[in-house]
């Protein structure tokens, strides 16, 4: 069996990777390596995938250290905003002619992932580049990135499984983003969009009337703190389910454009994405009608939904090990 090593740190990427572990046991030797106070250590936590992950320095020294010690056959892993650890792990790849995967999550800053628009950016292109779904896809071929391939999206397909409709409550679900730390890691600047997640959370509650929901619920990304919105409310409430239990009790579900927002519309549930920016566009494939600048002119009525799972999408890990992995 092929040794696979598994290096994320954000959660988007390690959601798609870590569930893809699962999916795959029966196929390769698996080994998680991720930071210890990183998103994707608490997920594996979560998961009660321990076993599976080596705790790694942020460090060259210490991650050769620890693939050496692994000796990995494939190296795959996510791009994220929060570190480039990542390219140590594909240094070591191309050091020892290992295939190495970058997976893509969300829809946003593709070719940036890898260095853009540094001169040498093409320097940290893989062996192969992941897309999740047929937008990621396309949208990755457009941008000119080699070697795109489609492999199944198992947390999708894994939170599709898992869903079981409920009554709603009379909740509005607010999905949290760092939006404030993402720009200033990337621009320098926290409101460089003219925006930040508490004015969003601020704009709700000045709108909360018009949304017909009782109460208020948060449910904090894996980056955010809840001291951003317990300084706007010190009554507000904080989710202690699921994402797939708050999204199917919740009436009304709004975020920036987190994943878990086409997720809970794959899911049949009425979402917003509320952006107040001209500076910035929702990257999530919302309908338009479901993507607001304001809660002026507020119609809820107004906003689709979807009442069918999406259509099965890319190739099993498997196939792509026996068939595609060279």
Excluded at 35 to 62: G, H, M, Q
Excluded at 207 to 228: A, M, N, Q, W
Aim: charge should be negative.
């Amino acid at each position: 069996m092929k040794k696979i090593a598994i290096f994320a740190h954000d959660a988007g990427g390690a959601e798609i990777l870590l569930e893809l572990l699962k999916a795959s046991l029966h196929v390769g030797e698996f080994c998680v390596f991720c930071l210890n106070d990183s998103p994707c250590f608490r997920l594996a936590e979560t998961k009660n995938l321990e076993a599976y992950v080596c705790k790694i320095e942020p460090t060259k020294e210490d991650i050769e250290a620890k693939l050496c010690a692994f000796s990995p056959s494939l190296i795959a892993y996510g791009t994220g905003w929060q570190n480039h650890l990542e390219y140590h792990f594909l240094a070591y790849t191309n050091a020892h002619e290992l295939v190495s995967m970058a997976f893509l999550d969300h829809w946003t800053n593709y070719r940036e992932r890898f260095g853009y628009p540094s001169t040498d950016w093409k320097n940290n292109l893989p062996s192969f580049i992941v897309a999740h779904d047929t937008v990621s896809e396309k949208k990755a071929k457009e941008l000119g990135l080699p070697n795109v391939i489609a492999i199944k999206n198992y947390a999708l397909l894994a939170q599709l499984k898992a869903f079981k409709a409920t009554t709603e409550d009379d909740t509005l679900l607010f999905l949290s983003e760092p939006t404030a730390k993402v720009a200033l890691a990337s621009f320098g600047d926290a409101n460089f969009w003219g925006f930040n997640e508490k004015k969003v959370f601020e704009n709700i509650l000045t709108c909360k009337d018009i949304f017909g929901c009782g109460k208020i619920i948060i449910r904090l990304h894996p980056s955010d703190s809840r001291e951003t919105y317990e300084a706007i409310d010190n009554t507000v409430e904080f989710s202690k389910a699921t994402l797939l239990e708050d999204i199917a009790k919740a009436k009304l579900i709004i975020g920036i454009d987190t994943i878990a927002l086409y997720t809970a519309y794959l899911l049949g549930k009425k979402v917003i994405s509320y952006i107040p920016s001209n500076k910035r566009e929702c990257a999530v494939p919302l309908p338009k009608s479901n993507q607001l600048k304001s809660f002026e002119n507020f119609d809820i009525s107004s906003f689709q939904t979807l009442n069918e799972n999406p259509q099965d999408f890319g190739m099993d890990f498997e196939e792509f090990l026996n068939h595609r992995c060279i």
